[in-house]
Antibody
Framework: EVHLVESGGGLVQPGGSLRLSCAAS?????????MSWVRQAPGKGLEWVSA????????HYADSVEGRFTISRDISKNTLFLQMNSLRAEDTALYYC????????????WGQGTLVTVSS | EVVLTQSPATLSLSPGERATLSCRAS??????LAWYQQKPGQAPRLVIY???NRATGIPARFSGSGSGTDFTLTISSLEAEDIAVYYC?????????FGQGTRLEIK
């Protein structure tokens, strides 16, 4: 059974940094697999944030986080990361880790999320 | 960026009724569209992928159709457990985008 467990969220001041982690189990955490972060602001809809895949670690980012967030993974530890710098109030959200299926960027498994609150 | 517009924003139906949710894309996404169900306090759950394929464990009353720019999620006979917000999502081009959601309520 697939398990995705996020951690690292918390309260941070504007301009600060956080590093989110997603521990994966129950499947082969291979380089060919697309893994993503998706966020949801309180009471709002889903917003795709970033994705990583490929042996060279190809990445993509939403315009709203480009240049501030960095997605990465450690295949040996079955862990996905999201380094978030220069955080803004509008980054406040529940951050989900999501695993894509064979179709690529269609997310068949999700974690329960970790809450990031950016506030002074 | 592909903009996905869902309608209606809220749908209120009685148990046993047919629910029809729409998703329109600002440009063609071929059949590279998925539907997710999100119940209160829970993570999203994949319902339909590639426009018309039911995900594992999804009941047969759920079906998806469409291609290009117009897509539909149909629940043939609504059950109380289907109360949720439903999102469409495209993977045809980066960035991946989601629709704003349709809230399905039971009368």
């Amino acid at each position: 059974e697939v398990h995705l467990v996020e951690s690292g969220g918390g309260l941070v001041q504007p301009g600060g940094s956080l590093r989110l982690s997603c521990a994966a189990s129950g499947f082969t955490f291979s380089s060919s697999l697309v893994m993503s972060w998706v966020r949801q602001a309180p009471g709002k809809g889903l917003e795709w944030v970033s994705a990583v895949w490929g042996s060279g670690d190809s990445t993509h980012y939403a315009d709203s986080v480009e240049g501030r967030f960095t997605i990465s993974r450690d295949i040996s530890k079955n862990t996905l990361f999201l380094q978030m710098n220069s955080l803004r109030a509008e980054d406040t959200a529940l951050y989900y880790c999501a695993k894509a299926g064979a179709s690529g960027s269609i997310y068949d498994s999700w974690g329960q999320g970790t809450l990031v609150t950016v506030s002074s | 960026e592909v903009v996905l517009t869902q309608s209606p924003a809220t749908l209120s139906l009685s148990p046993g009724e047919r629910a029809t949710l729409s998703c329109r894309a600002s440009q063609s996404v071929n059949s590279q569209l998925a539907w997710y169900q999100q119940k209160p306090g829970q993570a999203p759950r994949l319902v339909i992928y590639d426009a018309s394929n039911r995900a594992t464990g999804i009941p047969a009353r759920f079906s998806g159709s469409g291609s290009g720019t117009d897509f539909t999620l149909t629940i043939s006979s609504l059950e109380a457990e289907d109360i949720a917000v439903y999102y469409c999502q495209q993977r045809r081009s980066w960035p991946v985008t989601f629709g704003q959601g349709t809230r399905l309520e039971i009368k």
